[in-house]
């Protein structure tokens, strides 16, 4: 009897199985099948990148951390390249709860204080990788690819957005002065939030940060 080399099935968030078959007098015993949780690895991975780095992380350094065989990584995310943006689309979808603060804000000064309360605490996360990834592969890469480089124009566009629509929110209720020019705002905000990722690198005073925060807003 000959093995179904053609058995295998799609589970969605896991990687196609691969099916291992042992061979009997009496014929063939389907074995365990191995399977991985892609999210998972795929975490595992953006800790790596966002630590090292594109240029410095390895293929080994991703093996690593991830469990997986050379193989089975190659087989899943195609190469080097294509994990990383995937890792950085991975790293924006955990990071939406920290957005949603802003779209859900009670008022424009609220939100943006909430915002920084809470990019402060993920960037000088003792737990995490110091910084933001999306920072870091602005700074981290001199010649992206153009995927790469529309992925993280993206990400810094939309969330220069958010600041956008939550100024003019509240100019429209009266919180914000309407002559303050809001385009101009949102843009500070957008280089103050990537100058926090880089400033915790080198200072580890949150008080500062948090004092320049509450400058800016005194400022809307």
């Avoid at 990071?95 to 804000?105: E, H, P, S, Y």
């Avoid at 153009?146 to 600041?163: C, N, V």
């Avoid at 005073?205 to 509450?214: F, G, L």
Wanted: hydrophobic share 35%; net charge negative; proline share 3%.
């Amino acid at each position: 009897m000959e093995p179904d080399w053609n058995h295998t099935k799609n589970t969605g968030l896991f990687v196609p199985e691969i099916v291992y078959c042992s061979y009997r007098e009496e014929g063939v015993t389907i074995g365990r099948t191995k399977e991985f949780d892609k999210e998972r690895v795929l975490h595992e991975a953006m800790l790596v990148f966002w630590e090292k780095g594109y240029e410095a992380t390895s293929i080994p350094d991703l093996l690593k951390a991830m469990g997986l065989s050379r193989s089975s990584l190659y087989e899943t995310f195609a190469d080097k390249q294509t994990l990383y943006v995937e890792a950085i689309h991975h790293y924006k979808k955990i990071g939406q709860n920290k957005r949603n603060l802003l779209v859900n804000a009670p008022s424009a000064k609220v939100g943006i204080r909430q915002y920084f309360d809470q990019h402060i605490i993920s960037a000088f996360n003792e737990d995490l990788p110091k910084g933001c990834l999306i920072t870091n592969a602005t700074i981290d890469m001199d010649s992206p690819d153009e995927e790469l480089r529309k992925l993280i124009r993206d990400r810094f566009e939309g969330l220069e957005q958010s600041f956008y629509e939550l100024l003019h929110k509240g100019q429209q209720t009266g919180e914000i002065d309407p002559k303050k020019d809001i385009k101009v705002l949102s843009h500070l905000l957008l280089n103050l939030n990537h100058s926090i990722n880089v400033i915790c690198k080198v200072k580890s005073d949150k008080k500062v940060v948090h004092d320049m925060i509450n400058t800016v807003i005194e400022m809307l």
